[in-house]
């Protein structure tokens, strides 16, 4: 799998091998320090343990008064030990045991202090004692030496193998966290399948909730709720488009009729001129229309009619009965209206309303009956009805 640098695989990847090689690095680098420590305690335990068996075989031969035997107690305490060097010298200089003494890299502090000396191109730890007053060479002077090398060599092959170590853990954790990765990003690409199914004719779709996609949750919801207003507002969309196609095909319609009514037979020029100026009303009623149409569409999203005048509801009743006059004739049908009252509102759209209800009526009323409109004023209300006669309308679709 090639992995992109911007994509979330990759960086999850190398933010997690990052992680590993700074744990693996760190535990390391401690365990390391550690062990150095560790094996130091032990050589410097050991140093002091042999400084003491030294001196005790140097007290021994001063209580038998036999000195050679210390030589060959000596030896005996090197054999298995083949990184352990043992000097022996007089408080004058002279060599007892073990040949030329090696000086330290540095003049010691204390007889007690572990210091660092070369013989014969061997690194050296060595541990300085001083003969007691009563022993055979008063104020004489032990050196117990061993070998760093062997502790050397150990914590390299331990750094190496903490390296090798480091490096697999790194690589594994690589390896495994894109596999650990890859399924746990495999809700996402689930979700990108199901927003890419989703389209203008499915806009009832949306993103699948599942319970072990908690960090998704919230972008779910996020998501569905976008989708929910969207599909809201092509939901209001449509709606304004089948609005203006249903309240431009009145006006339209009488248009056509009247024109049609015009053309069928020859007109004076009064009648021309009556017909023009009907015809000039009706396009401002389709301008009217159009801004009404708007309003609708902007009070879907929450704008309101800001003010309102005295509306005589009557008068409005008489002209949209006069407006839809070619459909009534068209229709076979009759419309009057009964009743009158007063009320605060906005007229265009009253008139719109009844339109609507008058085209409905008309719609569906058989032909020869009558269509009627019934204005009816309480103390603080305006009743508008229209009846027509003709089939009822379901029990399961009113409202």
């Known amino acids: 799998m090639t992995l992109r640098p911007g994509s979330i695989t990759a960086r999850l990847k190398l933010g997690l ?34 400084s003491r068996v030294v001196l005790h075989f140097i007290e021994e031969a001063r209580r038998s008064g036999d000195l050679a035997a210390i030589t060959h107690h000596l030896d005996d305490l090197r054999v298995g030990h083949g990184g352990l060097q043992v000097w022996l010298q007089s408080a004058s200089g002279d060599a007892i045991y073990g040949g030329a003494m090696p000086a330290p890299a540095s003049q010691p502090q204390t007889l007690s202090t572990v210091q660092v000396a070369s013989s014969g191109g061997v690194r050296l730890e060595i541990l300085d004692a001083r003969l007691a007053e009563l022993s ?5 002077l032990v050196r117990v030496g061993i070998d760093t090398q062997p502790r050397q060599q150990l914590l390299a092959a331990h750094r190496n193998t903490l390296l090798s170590v480091g490096a697999l853990g790194v690589v594994l954790t690589v390896g ?23 389209t203008p004719e499915s806009l009832g779709k ?22 929910d207003r969207l599909e809201t507002a092509y939901g209001q969309m449509e709606a304004f488009n089948a609005n203006v196609a249903h309240e431009l095909r009145t006006p339209l319609a009488t248009l056509i009729t009247g024109a049609q009514v015009m053309l069928s037979s020859r007109r004076s020029a009064e009648q021309l001129k ?42 409005e009743a008489d002209r949209t009965i006069r407006y839809c ?11 009057r209206h009964t009743g009158s009252a007063v009320a605060l509102c906005d007229r265009a ?50 409202l």
């Open 17 to 50: 091998g990052a992680i590993a090689l700074l744990v693996f690095s760190v535990s390391g680098v401690i365990l390391h320090r550690s062990l150095a420590s560790d094996l130091a305690v032990a050589d410097f335990e050991g140093l002091r343990s042999k």
């Open 136 to 140: 055979p060479w008063p104020r004489g």
């Open 176 to 198: 495994l966290s894109g596999v650990s990765v890859r399924r746990g990003l495999s809700a996402v690409k689930r979700l990108s399948v199901e927003a890419s199914a989703i």
């Open 206 to 227: 949306r993103l699948s909730e599942t319970p072990e996609d908690d960090e998704l949750k919230g972008l779910v919801q996020a998501f569905n709720a976008v989708l």
């Open 274 to 315: 009556e017909a023009f100026a009907s015809t000039l009303e009706d396009l401002e009623q389709m301008n009217a229309l159009v801004s009404d149409m708007l309003f609708l569409a902007r009070a879907d999203s929450g704008d309101r009619v800001q003010g309102g005048v005295l509306v005589d509801i009557g008068i």
């Open 325 to 335: 006059d070619a459909l009534l004739q068209e229709a076979g049908v009759g419309a």
């Open 349 to 398: 759209l009253i008139r719109r309303a009844l339109v609507n209800l008058l085209l409905n009526a008309i719609r569906y009323t058989p032909r020869g009956n009558d269509v009627l409109v019934e204005v009816q004023q309480s103390s603080d209300q305006v009743r508008l009805t229209v009846l027509n006669p003709g089939t009822e309308i379901p029990p399961e679709v009113r």
